[in-house]
């Protein structure tokens, strides 16, 4: 019977894990493209880093959000939010 929940099986798991890597993938392909340094998580692990989100920038950057501009250090990606 797990194995067949749509939501919280095991086939369901692994698909959501490929996704939130696929985004990872994605995001650091994004910030190669726009010359923006940074380390990754596994980078960061290697290191011996106690804090690892997905990218840690090497500078951090101004993000506009409305109509105000955000300081960004690091992204935590997040593929998927919340539950179905």
Same mark, same amino acid.
């Given at each position: 019977a797990l194995d067949a929940d749509p939501l919280y099986g095991p086939?369901?798991?692994r698909w959501r894990h490929t996704?939130?890597?696929?985004?990872e993938v994605a995001l650091e392909e994004m910030l190669k493209s726009m010359d923006i340094p940074f380390e990754?998580? +596994?980078q960061l692990r290697d290191k011996g880093s106690a804090r690892t989100p997905d990218i840690l920038l090497q500078c951090p950057i101004g993000v506009k959000v409305g109509s105000?501009?955000?300081v960004v250090c690091w992204?935590?990606?997040k593929a998927m939010y919340?539950? +179905?």
């Open positions: 086939s369901h798991d996704v939130g890597i696929e985004y990754t998580e +596994s105000e501009w955000r992204i935590d990606s919340g539950d +179905s």
